[in-house]
């Protein structure tokens, strides 16, 4: 069976759109299935350019038996604001392009983020009669504008229309999360199409680990308790907040902030650290896939955070990540989400109100204090992710919709 991956995001990108779909792909092309991807050019968290991507038009190569197709979007490293709004619209002709030239697939699965990328999927369709599954992580364009990184009243209705066509024209629409489905059902999308397939994390890769490792070393962390926050360092993400509370627990010299990554946020966040004289503070760079579980295992407690008013059910893909790694997690986001329901049921952290500086100092002091808490924690957010976001059993629902869909 030919499957197609249609995304903006994948390796030598990371992150963890990226890591999900790659590993999606890897684990059908186990299986047996015919996998290709098309996607742009690296540009998410890329310094510097390979040269074998260089001046190239169409590219494809091979990674883990994955066909990738490489397409160009717009020919920018420096991604300002106004670019990252233009590759929402010149994402998907380039993906439909070059799907309308590639050989033809049984089923295409896309992922959104961003919503623009059912364009594609919607032509290949009725041109090709290419049947495709939604995939949403997020739901857009709400969530952008709940976080107020988008206002044009015009451009809103627009992404809401692509929005709609997008569910009506999918086979399925996949969420990660019960609360994902209630939402988008009350919305008016077809609850028949509506299927929960949890975000799967690899729990091969990302395990406990020693907690004294490199990162520990390189970066002076020595014996102290780290709080870290590894991923992309957005608007959404919150965190002014985390700096707020480091400068709360400045005089608590055994206590560090790591905070691992890239994104808009980060100069203005190296800047706040600078203002307030903060020596708690350690930033390092984006680190590649295979790298992230030392990070994680370099912590003594990781961080999830979001603004309060993202209000659109998500359940980060980072808070997988934390359980896997075998340590506790302290969210500071909406206490109605999904993501906390999760922490609560495995018991693996402690949830506080987001954007409240006071109370997450004070959860990180809780863990700090009672370190037989944080290896109870540890150990049960390990033991749920492993029976609960196998990358098994999610593959096997996908698995079940090709199926059906064969069948029609």
Same mark, same amino acid.
């Given at each position: 069976?030919?499957?197609?991956?249609?995304?903006?995001?994948?390796?030598?990108?990371?992150?963890?759109?990226?890591?999900?779909?790659?590993?999606?792909?890897?684990?059908?092309?186990?299986?047996?299935?015919?996998?290709?991807?098309?996607?742009?050019?690296?540009?998410?968290?890329?310094?510097?350019?390979?040269?074998?991507?260089?001046?190239?038009?169409?590219?494809?190569?091979?990674?883990?038996?994955?066909?990738?197709?490489?397409?160009?979007?717009?020919?920018?490293?420096?991604?300002?604001?106004?670019?990252?709004?233009?590759?929402?619209?010149?994402?998907?002709?380039?993906?439909?392009?070059?799907?309308?030239?590639?050989?033809?697939?049984?089923?295409?699965?896309?992922?959104?983020?961003?919503?623009?990328?059912? +364009?594609?999927?919607?032509?290949?369709?009725?041109?090709?009669?290419?049947?495709?599954?939604?995939?949403?992580?997020?739901?857009?364009?709400?969530?952008?504008?709940?976080?107020?990184?988008?206002?044009?009243?015009?451009?809103?209705?627009?992404?809401?229309?692509?929005?709609?066509?997008?569910?009506?024209?999918?086979?399925?629409?996949?969420?990660?999360?019960?609360?994902?489905?209630?939402?988008?059902?009350?919305?008016?999308?077809?609850?028949?199409?509506?299927?929960?397939?949890?975000?799967?994390?690899?729990?091969?890769?990302?395990?406990?680990?020693?907690?004294?490792?490199?990162?520990?070393?390189?970066?002076?962390?020595?014996?102290?308790?780290?709080?870290?926050?590894?991923?992309?360092?957005?608007?959404?993400?919150?965190?002014?907040?985390?700096?707020?509370?480091?400068?709360?627990?400045?005089?608590?010299?055994?206590?560090?902030?790591?905070?691992?990554?890239?994104?808009?946020?980060?100069?203005?966040?190296?800047?706040?650290?600078?203002?307030?004289?903060?020596?708690?503070?350690?930033?390092?760079?984006?680190?590649?896939?295979?790298?992230?579980?030392?990070?994680?295992?370099?912590?003594?407690?990781?961080?999830?955070?979001?603004?309060?008013?993202?209000?659109?059910?998500?359940?980060?893909?980072? +808070?997988?990540?934390?359980?896997?790694?075998?340590?506790?997690?302290?969210?500071?986001?909406?206490?109605?989400?999904?993501?906390?329901?999760?922490?609560?049921?495995?018991?693996?952290?402690?949830?506080?109100?987001?954007?409240?500086?006071?109370?997450?100092?004070?959860?990180?002091?809780?863990?700090?204090?009672?370190?037989?808490?944080?290896?109870?924690?540890?150990?049960?957010?390990?033991?749920?992710?492993?029976?609960?976001?196998?990358?098994?059993?999610?593959?096997?629902?996908?698995?079940?919709?090709?199926?059906?869909?064969?069948?029609?």
């Amino acid at each position: 069976m030919k499957v197609l991956l249609l995304t903006n995001y994948f390796p030598p990108e990371v992150g963890a759109a990226s890591h999900l779909f790659y590993n999606l792909g890897r684990m059908l092309t186990k299986k047996g299935y015919d996998v290709t991807v098309i996607t742009g050019f690296p540009r998410y968290n890329v310094k510097v350019l390979d040269e074998k991507y260089r001046n190239k038009f169409f590219f494809r190569e091979t990674i883990d038996g994955i066909s990738v197709l490489r397409v160009p979007i717009l020919p920018f490293l420096k991604r300002t604001l106004f670019v990252r709004k233009m590759e929402y619209f010149f994402l998907p002709i380039g993906l439909f392009i070059r799907g309308l030239i590639a050989e033809k697939h049984d089923v295409a699965i896309l992922y959104s983020p961003p919503v623009t990328i059912g +364009l594609a999927a919607f032509l290949l369709k009725k041109i090709k009669k290419i049947p495709f599954i939604f995939n949403v992580q997020d739901i857009h364009p709400q969530a952008l504008i709940d976080i107020g990184f988008l206002k044009n009243r015009l451009l809103i209705w627009i992404l809401r229309f692509i929005e709609k066509l997008n569910y009506k024209n999918a086979t399925f629409v996949t969420i990660h999360s019960k609360g994902n489905k209630e939402y988008l059902a009350k919305q008016g999308v077809n609850s028949s199409k509506l299927v929960v397939v949890p975000n799967w994390v690899d729990t091969e890769l990302i395990r406990p680990l020693p907690k004294m490792n490199n990162f520990r070393k390189k970066y002076n962390l020595g014996d102290n308790f780290v709080v870290s926050f590894a991923g992309i360092m957005g608007t959404s993400q919150d965190l002014r907040t985390v700096i707020k509370a480091a400068y709360l627990l400045r005089n608590h010299n055994k206590i560090k902030f790591f905070l691992v990554g890239d994104g808009v946020e980060r100069p203005d966040l190296e800047k706040e650290v600078n203002k307030r004289g903060l020596n708690n503070v350690i930033f390092a760079p984006m680190q590649p896939r295979e790298k992230y579980p030392y990070v994680l295992a370099a912590s003594d407690v990781s961080l999830v955070t979001l603004k309060k008013n993202v209000v659109t059910p998500v359940v980060p893909s980072k +808070l997988l990540s934390i359980m896997a790694s075998g340590r506790p997690v302290i969210a500071s986001l909406d206490l109605n989400g999904d993501a906390p329901k999760i922490i609560y049921k495995a018991g693996c952290g402690l949830v506080v109100e987001p954007e409240n500086p006071e109370k997450l100092a004070k959860a990180i002091l809780e863990l700090y204090f009672n370190p037989k808490l944080c290896d109870e924690m540890g150990l049960r957010g390990r033991k749920y992710a492993e029976e609960n976001f196998s990358p098994q059993s999610c593959i096997s629902k996908y698995e079940e919709l090709f199926r059906i869909i064969i069948a029609r």
